[in-house]
């Protein structure tokens, strides 16, 4: 069974390798789902590591409905990982109504070839998941990444088992809330493939007295942080 960590940083893809993962997929902000990471983050990992690496390519966090703007990064962001050289990108984009975007998903995942193309957890979001998932095997993509669209993988095995009855081609990897005490589960349901990060908080630090540095207003899903001209504009006059 493949077995895909998520590694969020340099440490944790070395650590990955260590530890007998067959690939990574290469994200930060875990907490956010993941976003792209920078790119010497992914050339630092691609000197390190001899496994196979996916990056996220996810300009930022919120819901996977994306801008021209955001779209434009996404193309150059998988232009780059094909530069470098790694295996494989992991994305997808959906419209506002929550189906797949078929069009700029198709355009990601040529830019991609001949690297192996994931479609990500948005897949957990769509109204029809067997329907979404013919139209992405008669895209050719290589897998899907899915908590069989519940809080947890576990939650949600007897949707991925059915993907996995239905899939012809595409692979489908389990992934969400997956650790030593579940992980044979999905072994014993004949998926072929797990997707987990294994991480625990360490290099802790006492931050008593200091003010904070996370702003909850900018952690949405249905919708997404712009600068405003107007407001810039405002204060461009006011102190000019």
């Known amino acids: 069974m493949l077995v895909e960590v998520c590694a969020n940083s340099l440490e944790s893809a070395i650590n990955a390798q260590e530890a007998g993962a067959d690939r990574i997929e290469l994200c930060v902000e875990l907490g956010v789902g993941g976003i792209t990471p920078s790119f010497g983050l992914i050339s630092e990992v691609k000197k390190h590591l001899d496994i196979p690496i996916y990056v996220l390519i996810r300009p930022r966090s919120g819901h996977f409905t994306y801008s021209d703007f955001d779209f434009e990064v996404m193309k150059r962001d998988i232009a780059h990982c094909k530069e470098v050289g790694v295996d494989g990108i992991v994305s997808g984009i959906l419209f506002p109504d ?143």
């Open 98 to 240: 929550f189906t797949l975007d078929m069009g700029r998903t198709e355009t990601l995942l040529q830019l991609t070839r001949p690297m192996k193309f994931t479609f990500h957890r948005a897949f957990d979001w769509v109204e029809d998941p067997i329907a979404t998932l013919k139209q992405l095997e008669n895209l050719d993509v290589d897998g899907i990444l899915t908590s069989g669209q519940s809080p947890s993988a576990e939650q949600g095995i007897e949707l991925l088992q059915k993907l996995k009855d239905v899939s012809s081609k595409t692979t489908i990897i389990a992934g969400g809330g997956i650790g030593p005490e579940n992980c044979q589960i999905f072994q014993t349901a004949e998926l072929e493939a797990l997707h987990l990060s294994g991480t625990a908080l360490v290099s802790h630090i006492h931050t008593d007295r200091k003010i904070e540095m996370n702003s909850s207003k900018h952690i949405q899903e249905t919708s997404v942080a712009v600068t405003q001209t107007e407001t810039i504009r405002q204060i461009v006059a006011a102190v000019t």
